[in-house]
């Protein structure tokens, strides 16, 4: 593999991380607003609309605080959360800082392969444990996965113009 290629290969798995972590927080995002809806079942859709903004737009460590308001979390488990939002920061902010010596050999590249990787398996946890928290309170909400992806088709259709294109 040329160097180009390897290059490449540390870009892709950087995306790959990336997208799990961004998993993870959607799901998280997720599990705020079922809270939020359960403790507010007859909130407007405008009130709905609101509080989905709100989620989507603050990052990992306020949603970890907030889910740790909601529920009790026992310390080992807020400190495995906390765990993946250090390891997060670290991939959004220091990594390819932290890697700069790396990128432009093979050895290197290899490395930092390995490490994202690694990263990537780890973001993956993190969203599966916070999918699993979801599918409980959804059915403790008395919301079946059907039901729930009904919901979801609709809002899509909502957000989807006459061509067939994600606005």
Not at 24 to 46: C, G, I, K, M, N
Not at 92 to 109: E, I, K, Q, T
Not at 119 to 131: C, N, P, S, V
Request: hydrophobic content about 40%; proline content about 2%; overall charge negative.
């Amino acid at each position: 593999m040329d160097d180009v290629a390897r290059r490449k290969e540390v870009f892709a798995w950087f995306g790959g991380a990336t997208y799990h972590a961004q998993c993870f927080e959607v799901e998280l995002q997720s599990l705020l607003f079922l809270t939020y809806r359960l403790d507010h079942p007859s909130a407007p859709t405008s009130a709905l609309d609101d509080v989905d903004l709100r989620l989507s737009k603050q990052n990992l460590g306020c949603l970890l605080r907030k889910l740790a308001k909601h529920f009790t979390l026992r310390p080992e488990f807020s400190d495995l959360l906390n765990t993946y939002r250090e390891k997060r920061n670290y991939l959004m902010h220091r990594f390819f800082f932290d890697n700069a010596f790396n990128l432009p050999s093979a050895a290197g590249c290899d490395l930092m392969v390995k490490e994202l990787r690694n990263l990537a398996r780890t973001f993956r946890e993190a969203d599966a444990i916070a999918q699993v928290m979801s599918k409980h309170l959804r059915k403790l909400a008395g919301w079946s996965e059907d039901h729930v992806e009904a919901l979801v088709r609709v809002e899509l259709e909502k957000d989807t113009d006459r061509d067939g294109e994600v606005t």
